[in-house]
Structures are given as C-alpha cells and as structure tokens.
C-alpha cells in the first residue's frame, strides 16, 4: 500500500522559514522521482518543485525559484522542502506526490503565512 505522509506546516510570518518532510512507503522509493505540490485556497492543485531518483537533479515552478529548495533521503524513503523567505501568497496546503499532478499525493501539511 503506498503511502506518503507530510508534516512540518505551521503559521508562519512573512520572511519566515519552514522545513517540510514527507515520509513514503510502499513503492520503489529510491527509484522514483518525486515532486511538491501545493492547493491555496479556492485554487486548483500547483506543481513547485521535482527531484530525480537520486537527487542530482531539481526543478522549480517560477513563483519559488530561489526561495524554496527540495531534497530527498533515500536511506529514509524522505522528501523535504526547505522554504525560505516565505509570502502570503505562499499559504496553502502542502503535498508530496508522485507525479507532476499530484493524482498520488499524502493528506497535506496546512501552511500558513500570516503578518
């Protein structure tokens, strides 16, 4: 049974920092690429961030180039997202996923950015 499940959200102000973690089981992790999305609200599902299987490769949605950085742990079937110098507009719940849609996601980590 897959499963992936996020943690790390929280409030936050403007130009804070939060680290999110996402732990997997169920599937060929290390073999995998693996991807951030993100749901504001009373919006559709936005791609942020892709890493290849061995993490020497990453990719970013323009909004958080620079900003966000994401890795992953193979030896513990772990994804991460540090966010740095974070915006209102960054408030929205947080998914790992398994592909660029996010159709096989977790259950979220809310984020909330608030001055």
């Known amino acids: 049974q897959v499963q992936l499940v996020e943690s790390g959200g929280g409030l936050v102000q403007p130009g804070g920092s939060l680290r999110l973690s996402c732990v997997t089981s169920?599937?060929?992790?290390?073999?995998?690429?693996m991807y951030w999305v993100r749901q504001a609200p009373g919006k559709g599902l936005e791609w942020i961030s892709t890493i290849s299987s061995d993490g020497s490769g990453t990719g970013y949605a323009d909004s958080v180039k620079g900003r966000f950085t994401m890795s992953r742990d193979n030896a513990k079937n772990t994804v991460y997202l540090q966010m740095n110098n974070l915006r209102s507009e960054d408030t929205a719940v947080y998914y790992c996923?398994?592909?660029?849609?996010?159709?096989?996601r977790g259950q979220g980590t809310q984020v909330t950015v608030f001055s």
């Open positions: 169920g599937f060929s992790f290390s073999r995998s690429r």
């Open positions: 996923a398994r592909d660029e849609a996010g159709n096989s």
